[in-house]
């Protein structure tokens, strides 16, 4: 499984643009890229997933360049109740085990 | 909308009794999975179950613990034996297939005393 690197942590303030980035540099053909958010005490939440080129949902949108070892989270105008740990997730989903990382601390200031 | 539910929500117990954390997935998934999480560390898969069958287990999955789907709608989680460290949040998740968004329960706070 590709080994993912992310910040431990970043802030912001509320009504700004986020954008965690994530490496993956050994990412392989039939890997997947997903993100998964986490708030205190609660089970991890699905955010996006990605394969190439840019996703986008109601919640967030996934860049991935064309080489695909890295890529970046984009949470639009950041409010508090995003305040959470985000987790860069990489894998084929064959079998669905998630392996987690320490993900990203995203503390949003008002 | 359908979610993920689990209990108790938090479950106190002794070294070396045996515990059962249930869990109620999703009603169309097929998919089940446990997690745990160590309070202040990162969430680790243990287990996941398909077709009344263990799927893939990790190394923290030993033969202390068990999985069962007693039911249609069950899935649960057996420690036979606690030790201090089986301590933390259990999660269990669901996923329509294997490839899928897991969707997962709130969580069951286990301390083992």
């Known amino acids: 499984l590709a080994k993912t690197t992310q910040p431990i942590s970043m802030d912001s303030y509320e009504g700004q643009e986020v954008n965690i980035t994530c490496s993956h540099n050994?990412?392989?053909?039939?890997?997947?890229i997903t993100w998964y958010q986490q708030f205190p005490s609660q089970g991890p939440r699905f955010i996006i997933q990605?394969?190439?080129t840019k996703v986008t949902n109601e919640v967030a949108s996934l860049f991935i360049p064309a080489d695909r070892k890295s890529s970046t989270l984009s949470l639009p105008r950041v409010s508090l109740s995003d305040t959470a740990v985000y987790y860069c997730l990489v894998g084929d989903n064959q079998g669905g085990k998630l392996i987690f990382g320490q993900g990203t601390e995203l503390s949003v200031k008002p | 909308e359908p979610e993920v539910t689990q209990t108790p929500s938090h479950q106190v117990t002794q070294m070396g009794q045996e515990v059962i954390l249930r869990c109620v997935p999703i009603?169309?998934?097929?998919?089940f999975y446990w997690y745990r999480q160590i309070l202040g560390q990162k969430v680790e898969f243990l287990v996941s179950?398909?077709?009344?069958?263990?799927?893939?287990k990790s190394e923290i999955f030993d033969d202390q613990f068990s999985v069962e789907r007693p039911d249609g709608s069950n899935f649960t989680l057996k420690i036979r034996s606690t030790k201090l460290e089986d301590s933390a949040m259990y999660f269990c998740?669901?996923?329509?297939?294997?490839?899928?968004?897991?969707?997962f329960g709130p969580g069951t706070r286990l301390t083992v005393l």
């Open positions: 009603s169309n998934h097929l998919y």
């Open positions: 990605g394969y190439k």
């Open positions: 998740a669901s996923s329509v297939g294997g490839v899928n968004e897991q969707f």
């Open positions: 050994n990412i392989a053909t039939n890997d997947y």
């Open positions: 179950f398909y077709n009344n069958e263990i799927s893939e």
